[in-house]
Structures are given as structure tokens and as C-alpha cells.
């Protein structure tokens, strides 16, 4: 089928209902962190517990939540995840006790475990063939756009008052019926024998193209989450003298290119296939982390950006495309959850990896030791993956 028919089923725009919802735990509230600092009297350090306290429950459930969607539909976890989310997110706009909204967090992020892995899930069990690597784009392309949209949402909303954000949870609801009322439920065999499901996943997770989709994930968000979001920043502040809104603008730039680019990825995928893509976006990584710290033109820096956008569409749909494609119908669940177990272990990881960099030499150190890196993805997908094994059973 075409992708002009993709962009016609109702079930992809749940998908991405649930793509938007994943991602506004963190984004739409970083912007009234200060202001909420001030009004509750809190530091800097026991502020940033709002941010842990809502991803710590997703290190220990994601997986958990995954092969219970396997096992019992993906329906069922993913309504009262919705429901769980919106309530806990918005019951904070009333509260002022620092504790108790800590534990809200707690309870928004169980209820946003599930999110981030379980979209892409659905994308892997409704489409299949040409319109899987789409449908992967389209929705990074959601994922991007959103990232860059809400915190101008929610800093619009802090100016309001500091607890105005905590109102977008409420999204979630309507989402959640539309999960309920406009999909039906992914229809695959389900083993009844637990011990055989999970003797099925460790064969199948074992397998040599699994963990080298795993690896290059961890790789992947390490260099973002290290070299780009944690130092790109330092970065534009002592080379060009960048404020704070000019250094958010420059990093949404990466993002809204990422949008757009991402909207392609079924085209290229049909022509170059997955593997290509992979291997031009981790060249362009290490084209980039070997450039920074080298460029003097702010005009010059923005273009790298760009490069740094373009290469992070070309990767991300395409690693959830080929775990898709390795993942088996009854297993896809505990594999995309395990996946986004790793995201987070690369998100732990990258600035204290990257930092070791910037100890050593500065930000020269960071970047090199980021190209570095860029290498090691590199040689797994020379080394590990080939073609013929990543596309579609």
C-alpha cells in the first residue's frame, strides 16, 4: 500500500496520540522548574527530583509492562497507562507540598512507562512491509515536533502561574479512548505457557542482530544525550556568547529538522534500504563530533546542526524498524520495552561517558571521544548486521 493510504489509517493517528503523550512527561514542565523552585522555596537540587522521580519508575516497569502487552493485549496496559497518567499528572496542579508531588511524579511515570515503547510496538504489529519503515518515520517525525513544541507550551503556561503545565495531562484521556474505540486490538498467537514465552524472547534476544540493534541504540542516545544536549550548550556559550533562548532555539533547530526529514524515511528505506541509512547517519555523526570543535562561524555551527538533525531522522526509525522486523508478532512488545531500557541506560550513560571527554581536554576531549564512539557504531554495522537478516519474516 501507499503511504498516501498510511496517512488515511485512523489507527497510525492513535499512535501518534500516544507518541505525544510519551514525551510530555519531562519537556512541557523543565521550563517552569525555576519559577516553581522560587514558589515552593525548593534548591536546584531537590528540584530536579521532579524529573527523576517521573523517570526512575520506567527503568523497573518498561520491560515489566511489555511482556504483560504481549501476554494479556496491548490494550490493556496501555488505557489504564493513559488514565494513570493524565490523573497523577494533573492532580499537581492543585497540590503545593513538595512530597506529595514527588509522588504524584512517581505515579505519572508508571503510568508513562509503557508509552515509549508501546507506540512503536503498534506501528511493528498494524503495519507491515513498505509501510512499516514509514509509519516509523512519520511518528519520529511526531516525536520531534513535539519535543521541540512543548516547552514553548509549557513555558507559555508557566507564565500563568508555575503549576498551569500540570494541566496537559489531561490529554491523555481523550487518547485513551481513542485507544479504546478507534483500534482494535493486534490479533497474533500467544504461547499459555509462560516458561516457553520467555525461553522463546531469550533466543530471540540473543540472536546477533538483536544485540547489535541494542549496542547502536545505546550509542546513539550516549552521542545525543553527551556530546550534543549536555555540551552543545557549553559550547555555544563560549564560542558565540549565545543566551539561553538563542541556545534552545539552536537545539530546536535539530529538532524540527529531524520532523521533516523523518517524513521521508519510507521513500529512502524502499531505495537504500535500513542498512544504509544507518551507516550515512553514524557517518554523519562522527562528521560532526570531529567538526565542532573546530568551527568559528556561528552560520557554519548551524549547519552542523542541521547535519546533526538530518542524521538522527535517518537512525532512529530506521533501528525501530529493523527491531520491529526481527522482533516475532507474540514477542514485539518485550522487545521494543527492552529497547527502551536501553534508550535510558545511553541517556544515564552519555554525559558521564562524554564527561570523561571534557575532563581529559575540554570540550575538544568531549567531541573527540563522542567521534570516537560514532567509530564503535560504525563497526557494528559493518561488522555485526547485514541486509538480508534486518528486513521483514
Not at 571527554?357 to 555485526?384: D, K, N, P, R, W
Request: charged residues 10%.
Amino acid at each position: 500500500m501507499r503511504e498516501s493510504s498510511l496517512l488515511k489509517d485512523r489507527k497510525l493517528y492513535v499512535i501518534f496520540g500516544i507518541t505525544l503523550i510519551a514525551v510530555m512527561g519531562v519537556a512541557s514542565i523543565t521550563p517552569a522548574m525555576p519559577q516553581m523552585a522560587d514558589a515552593l522555596n525548593l534548591s536546584k537540587t531537590r528540584i530536579g527530583l521532579l524529573i527523576s522521580a517521573f523517570t526512575l519508575p520506567g527503568i523497573f516497569l518498561t520491560p515489566l509492562a511489555g511482556i504483560y502487552a504481549d501476554r494479556k493485549g496491548r490494550k490493556k496496559i496501555l488505557v489504564p497507562s493513559l488514565f494513570i497518567f493524565a490523573i497523577a499528572g494533573f492532580a499537581i496542579f492543585f497540590i503545593r507540598d513538595f512530597y506529595i508531588i514527588l509522588l504524584l511524579r512517581v505515579l505519572q511515570g508508571i503510568g508513562a512507562a509503557s508509552l515509549g515503547s508501546l507506540n512503536v510496538t503498534l506501528i511493528g504489529d498494524f503495519f507491515k512491509g513498505k509501510q512499516r519503515p514509514a509509519a516509523m518515520g512519520y511518528n519520529a517525525s511526531v516525536l520531534s515536533l513535539s519535543t521541540a513544541s512543548y516547552p514553548l507550551i509549557g513555558g507559555a503556561l508557566a507564565g500563568f502561574a508555575w503549576y498551569y503545565p500540570f494541566v496537559l495531562p489531561l490529554l491523555a484521556i481523550p487518547v485513551g479512548f481513542f485507544v479504546i474505540f478507534g483500534m482494535e486490538e493486534p490479533e497474533f498467537d500467544v504461547s499459555q505457557n509462560l516458561k516457553e514465552y520467555f525461553q522463546a524472547i531469550s533466543k530471540s534476544i540473543l540472536k546477533k542482530e538483536v544485540i547489535a540493534i541494542f549496542i547502536l541504540s545505546v550509542i546513539t542516545f550516549i552521542i545525543l544525550y553527551g556530546a550534543f544536549l549536555t555540551y552543545i550548550p557549553f559550547l555555544l556559550k563560549q564560542k558565540f556568547n549565545l543566551s539561553a533562548p538563542g541556545i534552545g532555539l539552536m537545539l530546536s533547530l535539530s529538532s524540527i529538522t529531524s520532523a521533516i526529514f523523518a517524513t521521508q524515511i519510507g521513500k529512502l528505506t524502499n531505495k537504500f534500504g535500513s542498512l544504509f541509512l544507518l551507516k550515512t547517519a553514524f557517518f554523519l555523526y562522527l562528521m560532526v563530533l570531529l567538526l565542532v570543535p573546530n568551527i568559528t562561524s556561528l552560520y557554519l555551527f548551524i549547519s552542523i546542526v542541521l547535519i546533526f538533525g538530518s542524521a538522527q531522522a535517518l537512525n532512529m526509525p530506521s533501528l525501530q524498524t529493523v527491531l520491529a522486523n526481527l522482533a516475532p508478532d507474540n514477542q514485539r512488545g518485550a522487545f521494543m520495552s527492552l529497547n527502551g531500557m536501553v534508550l535510558r541506560l545511553g541517556q544515564t550513560l552519555g554525559p558521564i561517558i562524554i564527561g570523561i571527554g571534557f575532563t581529559i581536554s575540554g570540550l575538544s576531549g568531549a567531541y573527540y571521544l563522542g567521534a570516537f564512539i560514532a567509530i564503535l557504531g560504525l563497526l557494528v554495522l559493518f561488522t555485526m548486521l547485514t541486509e538480508e537478516k534486518m528486513k521483514q519474516k
